[in-house]
């Protein structure tokens, strides 16, 4: 049971790191705020140019 | 016998035991003749191939030739800044990079590769993935882990010289645009006449539209959460679009011709790359995303479970270079036809994009370079099952152009079943008809094959034959959805390069958010994959003919600079004999790319090569549409030779650093950033 708990919070870490949940957590508490559409509007202004710089392949 | 010695005897009979296994699959793949056999057998061979690959190759690589270092603190650690250099678990630094190099690539080249039937794919999958494809991946990541992160065209640059830096450059653009021109190209010739499948993808603009409102106004960063519910409205716009197909003015509406689709996909992609990224590009890019990874594993799991049988032969008569589906032999063309499954340049990017910068240990980079890139290739052995799953004569009528095979069905199918392939008009009729469409002749492109062979494959337990056309358009909204996203994200890329470049010339020019820029490199780019867009929708023979093959050139000459990249820092780490790990690859590409390349220049034959087809069309009456089509033969023609010069040029330099390092000319040292000892491990032990 634990190793099936241990899995599945893998593959939500997996999924929050991929849809970049987990940069925004990152952000947020980096720059000390709260989440609200401000931060997120600011989260995505700072992580735009990476974002779309990031190659996806063929 | 102590408990040391019985593992071993253990390890050495289960792995002999793989070993049989892999050999007795390969063998029932490659020698059966006659008769159809069970997709199991090509997922047991890729199993035990992938699997004696990673615990083998991929070790016998780490530890005799890059020797990892789990004690070498790694860029993420020594430079983290909670942004691009961050210490990740592996397991999601895997995930991230296979979600980064998992493209529509390894599912429509397989697909197109079956023309030849399912054996010469399965073979250059799974020989290319194990000794090429995951080695370039797994190579070129640790050298980027040990210089910073670097990119592939700054190590081009420093390992090998200037030429390298520019080549991989520009072939990184003419790739760009290419694959941009190819994927848009796939999806007008999957959407072309189809007003449901019409409907659903243009439904997906409004969705995603929906999603960036929703994370930016009402809950801020839920991506996970607007993903599912993105996911679900796009299932109600799958099934609205059955409704919209029998509805006659929304059908009128929704039928579009190849044509006007190219028109708003190109105003689409102007749009995409010029607005705010939040409002379309990331919603759309989260939700293609979701779809991808769960469509690919639903696959994988319904193609274990339903293990279907293939109906395509081993081999089929094309292996001579008379295929309908692209003109050309085996060899090359099978070998640049499949790239993101085998090896793809292209991937040699990501490998020193962002993933080297999340890399917590150098002993992870064997997991994630050569593990995600196993992955890849078993994505591209499930899309030669989705192809071979079907009779081979209703294969060739869905990939056949008009041009070749005839306008009627009546004609198509007799022209089909004389190669050997009987397939009538009314058993495609029917088939359409199942899957919700008005035909299904002339689809080339190879999405809608995969879509009717996932729905094939789908419907034979998960609904049975009544919910087929739902089935297929949820395949073809899955590879419109994909490729879009790559159009949107793929030009934002291209100008942000391109942006970069002009930057040198003129300073606003390199500025990312000066909108004069913005828009002038916008245009650029959507007008030079527009170009290729255009061309391929009004070559008679269906376009991916020609563009499909310059895509694949492009993508395994960007994997010739990157063996050469990973040969040349090989032998300056004195490890010149092991060398053979890159420099067979980089050998067996410089031969497929380099004697493509010639057909597809100078073959006499016009269905093959560029000038030989300009030559044709300069000898029939000309009119309008002939002088641009003997144009467009040029120019792809020249875009092929400048190419294969400027490769051939960063090979020459190569060569030259080779032997000046071997006689002691040149200076040997690589230029890897300092040892400095790991703080992870005293805190992880």
Redesign the interface.
């Known amino acids: 049971m634990n190793r099936l708990a241990k899995a599945a919070r ?1 593959l939500v ?9 987990a940069a ?4 947020l508490s ?1 720059t000390q705020t709260a ?3 401000g ?3 600011a ?2 202004q ?13 | 016998m102590n408990s040391t010695d019985i593992k071993k005897t253990v390890s050495i009979l289960s792995w002999g035991a793989v070993g049989l296994l892999g050999a007795i699959a390969v063998g029932v793949v490659a020698v059966r003749r006659g008769e159809p056999i069970n997709a199991l057998w090509l997922v047991v061979a890729a199993t035990c191939c992938y699997a004696l690959g990673y615990r083998f190759y991929s070790k016998f690589i780490a530890a005799k030739i890059l020797a990892l270092d789990a004690l070498r603190a790694t860029p993420a650690e020594r430079l983290e800044n909670g942004r691009d250099f961050l210490v990740t678990n592996k397991w999601v630094v895997f995930g991230h990079h296979f979600a980064a190099i998992a493209g529509p690539g390894p599912l429509v080249g397989p697909v197109l590769a079956a023309q030849f039937g399912y054996l010469p794919g399965t073979l250059w999958i799974l020989a290319g993935a194990v000794f090429a494809g995951c080695v370039q991946d797994f190579v070129i990541l640790l050298f980027s882990v040990r210089r910073d992160g670097k990119s592939l065209t700054e190590m081009a640059k420093e390992e090998i010289g200037r030429v390298g830096g520019f080549v991989a450059y520009t072939a990184v653009i003419a790739i760009l645009v290419i694959l941009l021109g190819v994927a848009a190209l796939i999806v007008v010739n999957a959407l072309k006449d189809s007003p449901w499948g019409t409907f659903t993808i243009a439904m997906t603009i409004p969705i995603a539209l929906l999603m960036g409102l929703y994370l930016r106004r009402i809950r801020p960063g839920k991506v996970l959460e607007v993903s599912i519910l993105g996911f679900v409205l796009v299932l109600l716009a799958i099934w609205g679009g059955q409704w919209a197909s029998q509805n006659p003015t929304m059908a009128l509406a929704f039928t579009l011709q190849g044509t006007t689709l190219a028109k708003l996909i190109i105003v689409y992609g102007f749009a995409a790359s010029a607005l705010p990224v939040w409002l379309l590009l990331a919603p759309r890019d989260y939700l293609s995303t979701f779809v991808k990874l769960g469509t690919i594993a639903l696959l994988g799991i319904g193609i274990v479970a339903l293990h279907p049988t293939l109906h395509m032969p081993a081999l089929t008569r094309f292996v001579d270079g008379t295929g309908p589906v692209f003109a050309g032999k085996i060899f090359p063309f099978a070998f640049i036809t499949i790239a993101c499954g085998a090896i793809s340049g292209f991937h040699s990017l990501i490998s020193s994009g962002t993933t080297p910068k999340l890399i917590a240990r150098e002993t992870q980079t064997r997991m994630v370079g050569y593990g995600a890139m196993m992955c890849e290739s078993a994505v591209a052995v499930m899309a030669i099952i989705a192809a071979c799953v079907l009779q081979p004569g209703v294969y060739f009528a869905i990939n056949s152009p008009a041009g070749l095979v005839g306008q009627t069905a009546t004609a198509a199918t007799a022209t089909i079943s004389s190669w050997g392939f009987p397939v009538t008009a009314a058993d495609m009729q029917t088939l359409a008809h199942a899957v919700g469409e008005q035909t299904l002749f002339n689809r080339t492109g190879g999405a809608p094959a995969f879509a009717v062979g996932m729905a094939h494959i789908f419907s034979q337990s998960l609904g049975g034959a009544t919910v087929m056309a739902l089935w297929y358009h949820f395949a073809v909204m899955f590879e419109a959805l994909f490729i879009l996203t790559i159009l949107d994200a793929g030009t934002r890329v291209a100008r942000f390069m391109i942006q970069d470049a002009l930057g040198h010339i003129y300073k606003p020019l390199g500025r990312t958010s000066w909108y004069p820029s913005i828009l002038a490199t916008s245009a650029l780019v959507v007008g030079a994959w527009g170009f290729f867009l255009w061309q391929g929708v009004k070559d008679p023979l269906g376009g991916i003919n020609s563009l499909w093959p310059l895509f694949g050139i492009a993508n395994q000459l960007l994997a010739t600079v990157a063996l050469c990249v990973a040969t040349t820092i090989i032998i300056k780490m004195h490890r010149t004999k092991y060398a053979a790990v890159t420099l067979v690859p980089l050998a067996w590409l410089v031969a497929v790319t380099f004697t493509a390349s010639w057909h597809k220049i100078l073959d006499p034959n016009p269905r093959v090569g560029f000038l030989a087809q300009a030559r044709i069309l300069e000898s029939v009456p000309a009119t309008t549409a002939t002088a641009h089509l003997i144009f467009n033969n040029r120019l792809d023609a020249a875009v092929t030779a400048v190419l294969v010069v400027m490769v051939a040029l960063v090979l020459i330099e190569s060569v030259r650093q080779w032997i000046g390092v071997l006689t002691g000319r040149e200076e040997s040292g690589v230029k890897e950033s300092p040892f400095v000892m790991t703080r992870l491990a005293e805190e992880r032990g």
């Open positions: 893998l870490a997996i999924l929050r790191e991929i849809f970049d949940e925004y957590e990152r952000f980096r989440s609200s559409p931060a997120y509007a989260f995505r700072e992580f735009e140019e990476a974002k779309t710089r990031r190659p996806k392949c063929c």
